[in-house]
């Protein structure tokens, strides 16, 4: 559930249609949504909020392996697309042409001529794996068109592809490999059990694979796999009660050993080196306090560049092998560093960059003289965002006495008074609200004079894994009520209105946003929920089978029967009688991770109280929506909602 991490204010950046709205007084909503309880929206929203929905952005996906040259993702149509940059400031040739977005690509690694990618179809998530051609742009399907596909692994030769894939029997995740000049030579190298299986990386020599084993956010092992014979042998065994997370690896030019991010023997991810001969793990950067996000090899093994999760921001360092110390990097601006990828000329690291004032853009480093240049500079509808406002880090003391963190932004000086707050909790659950660009939130911001504050409440990543699992099977309730310390802090500020709040959420955030509506509904004034769960039992029933097992270990076993008396108990569904304040519930029909039938039971029961609700369900969305005309009216009816419920 980690996939959307906010709610309708704050979904992924699109293109205004206005053209949609000429000679109608209201907005028209798209033929695939589905609309209830939404008054008609007036046309001038869509002036209103333009601009604001004219933001893009670029993702660095990779590099050519021979040229000065970068493939990216960014929109221009509908969803995005794959694009090629040919030097930095160059134009974005696109390359894909999909009515559904593109998951990113991986250029073949010699000769540069080819490229995969993953696309699914409607947001169902069942990706499949396609070879694009750039010789003639030709694209050919390799996978069978039914089973989830993923993570696509190129060997260092370019010839074969090793990937994740449940075409057994739809449930276990194996392992397979072909060449993708031979599809039809595909093989089952792993037959596995359990949903959270992939690739890692294949060794210099093309015979072995690095298998990772994922069991939930806290606990993942590392296994060696021969190509030839399937034979699997554990790296990384269980040792001890504590779990450890084994979060990347990548072997070493010579095969002797792996890289690897590990948090054993620490609350936080670390580097470390993995010699395979010996199973010894030698940490590399034991004095950093705080989580590493990423890291990537050079060609020649001599530079590890790897990236800091600094109380949410991203800082960006790099590590000469031989020496063991750290090198100087480029202090970028306050923001989120992600997407490392060395060219093969072991001197330009690509990698994406994004700060509050900025959208993500595609960005490459020359160690050699420490420039920095921007390759893409994605549109922001004309304004100026480096007037926006910027993140604050606040704390607050919740109920046990710990203190839990966010991030605030306040709205421009010319709004006086004490203004209303709008709460985001954002998905995962172990995921972390981190501050790039606000995108669409800030207009609510700048235009409406709303204090919006991210908080990362308990279970939340980036604090250490003791933190992380405090919210796990029966401890659930702990963060609702860290949001109920919050409410209280907001109501200790001069500058915040604590009778004007707005709680909301995407995924799991939008099952904390139910929550706290229930518990807390007398103290603030209308939730949104986005493709959130209303009943962990319901929803760990009907989620997809790949992933069942994983969402178990945070929420708990539904099928332990004490287990199931306690999810029900605090299940928003359950005590949806206590919600007595507007809500406004969004969904896409083809969800595979939170089926659409956790928000129509939502829906349906709030409103036997008499309670507002308006409704919006996608037929050709999954878990968030991905098509602009979707998204565009996502976010009119939001600004509406919001006028109607939070400003008065």
């Known amino acids: 559930m980690k996939t959307v991490r906010r709610f309708a204010l704050l979904l992924p950046l699109i293109l205004l249609a206005s053209a949609a709205f000429a000679g109608s007084e209201t907005i028209v909503p798209g033929e695939n949504l589905v609309v209830e309880g939404v008054p008609p929206l007036p046309a001038s929203l869509a002036e209103e909020v333009g601009r604001y929905s004219d933001f893009r952005q670029a993702l660095f996906q990779g590099w050519h392996p021979s040229r000065r040259e970068m493939l990216i993702s960014t929109r221009f ?50 990706f499949q794996i396609h070879l694009l051609d750039l010789r003639d742009g030709k694209v050919r399907l390799l996978t069978d068109g039914k089973s989830r596909n993923t993570g696509p692994e190129w060997s260092r030769q370019g010839d074969r592809i090793a990937f994740g894939s449940t075409r057994r029997n739809g449930r276990d995740v194996d392992i397979r490999v072909m060449s993708p000049a031979d ?59 504590d779990t450890v997370l084994y979060a990347a690896g990548k072997f070493v030019g010579d095969g002797k050993g792996i890289y690897v991010i590990s948090d054993r023997d620490s609350e936080f991810q670390h580097l470390a080196y993995l010699d395979l001969a010996t199973k010894k793990e030698t940490p590399l950067t034991p004095a950093i306090e705080w989580d590493i996000d990423e890291f990537d090899l050079s060609e020649d093994g001599r530079l590890l560049a790897f990236v800091v999760n600094e109380d949410g921001l991203g800082v960006l360092r790099i590590l000469d092998t031989k020496t063991g110390k750290e090198r100087p990097a480029p202090k970028l601006p306050a923001g989120l560093v992600t997407g490392l990828e060395w060219h093969r000329n072991n001197r330009d690291l690509g990698f994406s ?30 304004l100026n965002t480096a007037s926006f406002s910027r993140p604050e880090l606040i704390r607050w003391k919740s109920w046990d006495g710990r203190s839990i963190s966010g991030f605030l932004f306040r709205p421009p000086a010319r709004f006086t008074g004490r203004r209303p707050v709008a709460i985001d909790i954002h998905g995962g ?14 207009f609510y911001i700048e235009e409406m004079g709303v204090a919006l504050i991210y908080p990362n409440v308990r279970g939340s990543t980036g604090y250490g894994k003791s933190f992380q699992k405090m919210d796990n099977g029966f401890q659930r309730e702990g963060s609702y009520k860290d949001i109920g310390a919050l409410l209280d802090w907001i109501r200790a500020q001069p500058d915040l209105d604590p009778d004007r709040i707005l709680v909301g959420g995407g995924s799991y955030g939008g099952f904390m946003a139910l929550a706290v509506a229930t518990t807390y509904s007398d103290r603030i004034r209308c939730a949104v929920s986005v493709v959130g769960p209303s009943n962990l039992v319901t929803f760990l029933e009907n989620t997809s089978p790949y992933r069942r097992d994983l969402r178990r270990v945070e929420y708990g076993d ?12 605090i299940a928003p569904a ?11 519930v969004i969904q896409g029909k083809n969800d595979p991770r939170v089926p659409a039938s956790e928000s129509e039971q939502m829906v349906a029961t709030v409103r036997k109280n008499g309670t507002p609700v308006w409704y919006l369900m996608a037929r050709d969305e999954g878990h968030g929506f991905a098509k602009k005309k979707n998204r565009d009216f996502q976010f009119y009816a939001t600004v509406e909602f919001m006028k109607e419920f939070l400003l008065k």
Not at 575 to 584: C, E, H, Q, V, Y
């Open 183 to 241: 599809p039809g030579g595909e093989r089952l190298l792993l037959e596995l059990e359990g949903g959270g299986w992939g690739v890692q990386d294949w060794s210099p020599d093309g015979k072995k694979l690095l298998v990772s084993n994922y069991i939930s956010a806290s606990e993942s092992y590392f296994y060696l796999a021969d190509v030839q014979s399937g034979e699997k042998v554990p790296l990384t065994p269980r040792e001890g009660d």
């Open 353 to 382: 960059f994004s700060s509050s004032a900025q959208p993500y853009d595609a960005y490459s480093l020359d160690v050699t003289t420490g420039k920095v240049e921007r390759w893409t500079e994605s549109e922001t509808g004309g």
């Open 77 to 126: 149509a509908e969803t995005a697309q794959l694009h090629w940059v040919k030097f930095p400031g160059g134009a974005r040739t696109q390359l894909s042409f999909f009515p559904d977005q593109v998951a990113g690509g991986t250029v073949e690694p010699v000769k540069g001529d080819t490229l995969l990618f993953t696309k699914d179809t409607g947001g169902g998530e069942f």
């Open 558 to 569: 539904e099928r332990d029967p004490g287990m199931r008396a306690f999810l029900e108990s």
């Open 429 to 442: 659950p172990e995921g972390q609200y981190r501050p790039d660009f606000n995108g669409r939130d800030n």
């Open 574 to 584: 359950a005590k949806a009688k206590n919600i007595g304040k507007p809500l406004f």
